[in-house]
């Protein structure tokens, strides 16, 4: 069978060869299609980044325009699949909610079956757009109020935020400010090269199965604590911090660095980050500056900011590298937008769909694709070892 190589983790592989992403771990730096990643937060749109991470270039005014219109033919969802809405549960998990949205998708557009083709755009456009309106009508289906389509005329995010809190009896008009802030934190998140759930969704897409299968596994993989579900344990332990000891981090500190706990500093560390992860650094500046827009003052962020002091002086965290890493901020800026806790890792999977779809379509693309098949090192019983079997 040739020598195996094991590598748990997969921390030492190269999967692919990719265009897409590049990071440097040490430097603390990212880009996408070589742009760095700071400069698209600050001057660009977040759909213009998604065209870039699947085109491989900005667009140009008109093909802006051309994805803008496409986004919003494509943006509302079948009325039958608007009636799956009714079967969950009030308290379902909006990310197990997507996750199976997603794949029901394919069974609305079975054409994608049939592969990739020139109409890649629609097929961005359309995922992009339903998945930002399955996110809002899960919301109020959860909090029991009707839904609120997609309005034609609406940029991305501030179609997003009408949708989540307009309501037949509020006078609710999106904030520039604050749509401009959700733009930004989309953009850092739309890809970040082979993280688990790009991994899941080429390794799905690996066997030829459909682009929203494949993204639908993805969404499973980063709702995860370890990958994307960390935005929502961070809130939760800064909660608890604040509750439970009286704002004082040290404790939570501690429990991080005891190696018989498995709890871990959620929001710290990074696989391929040994510095300061860029993301978190610009997330850190949008939330500052989303509160104090608001006039809002948030305990958590002291609590966070407190928090990331001490671990960034304490030996166990230097000495590891351990760094705030993309999630450790996002979460107090969704929570001063008024998004609830349980949704913030949907928020990831709306930023993260670009690079999802840029991913599968460079495996697709890619002559030396095969299908992902790991092997592995057998460590259970030989044939001489077992029992005869009587039954
Ligand atoms: N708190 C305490 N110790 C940690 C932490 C943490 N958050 N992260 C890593 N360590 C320790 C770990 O115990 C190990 O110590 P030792 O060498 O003594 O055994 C050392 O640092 C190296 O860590 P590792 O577990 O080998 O690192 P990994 O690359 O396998 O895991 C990680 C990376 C992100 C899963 C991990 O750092 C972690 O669990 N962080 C908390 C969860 C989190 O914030 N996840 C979001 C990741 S970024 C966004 C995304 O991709 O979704």
Redesign the pocket.
């Known amino acids: 069978t040739g020598l195996i190589t094991y590598d748990p983790?997969f921390?030492n592989t190269g999967s692919c060869c990719s265009r897409v992403t590049f990071i440097n771990g040490e430097e603390g730096i990212l880009r996408y299609r070589g742009y760095d990643i700071e400069d698209l937060a600050e001057k660009c749109e977040f759909i213009d980044v998604a065209y870039l991470l699947v085109h491989g270039a900005l667009p140009t005014e008109d093909e802006h325009r051309k994805f803008s219109r496409l986004l919003n033919e494509h943006s509302m969802i079948h009325e039958d699949m608007r009636h799956h809405f009714s079967f969950y549960p009030e308290r379902a998990h909006p990310m197990a909610v997507l996750s199976a949205m997603v794949v029901s998708l394919s069974t609305f557009y079975p054409e994608l079956e049939e592969g990739w083709d020139e109409e890649t755009d629609i097929t961005v456009c359309r995922l992009l757009s339903k998945l930002r309106t399955i996110a809002a009508f899960s919301y109020k289906k959860f909090i029991g109020e009707p839904i609120v389509q997609p309005k034609a005329g609406l940029k991305y995010t501030e179609n997003f935020l009408n949708m989540m809190f307009n309501s037949p009896v509020s006078e609710f008009e999106v904030d520039p400010i604050i749509a401009r802030a959700l733009n930004k934190l989309l953009i850092l998140h739309a890809d970040?090269e082979q993280?688990?759930?790009a991994s899941v969704v080429r390794m799905v897409g690996s066997a030829e199965a459909n682009l929203y299968a494949s993204i639908s596994a993805g969404i499973c993989a980063?709702w995860g604590?370890?990958?994307?579900?960390?935005n929502q344990?961070?809130i939760e332990m800064l909660e608890y911090i604040r509750s439970e000891e009286n704002g004082d981090v040290s404790k939570v500190l501690e429990r991080?660095?005891d190696?018989s706990d498995p709890?871990?500093?959620?929001?710290?560390?990074?696989?391929v980050y040994k510095a300061y992860?860029p993301r978190a650094r610009v997330a850190k500046r949008i939330c500052r500056e989303v509160l104090n827009h608001l006039g809002h003052e948030d305990p958590l962020l002291d609590i966070a900011v407190e928090l990331e002091q001490a671990a960034l002086e304490d030996e166990?965290?230097k000495e590891?590298n351990?760094y705030p890493?993309?999630?450790?901020y996002t979460g107090l800026t969704y929570r001063a937008i008024g998004i609830p806790t349980n949704m913030f890792t949907v928020m990831?999977a709306i930023g993260r769909i670009p690079g999802w779809i840029a991913q599968w379509q460079e495996m697709r693309e890619d002559p030396h694709s095969r299908i992902g098949r790991p092997r592995q090192v057998y460590i259970g019983p030989t044939s001489d070892e077992t029992s005869p079997i009587q039954m």
């Open positions: 983790g921390v970040h993280n688990c759930s980063l604590p370890l990958h994307g579900g960390a344990h961070v991080a660095k190696k709890f871990r500093m959620m929001g710290f560390g990074h696989r992860d166990y965290f590891r351990l890493n993309v999630d450790f990831f």
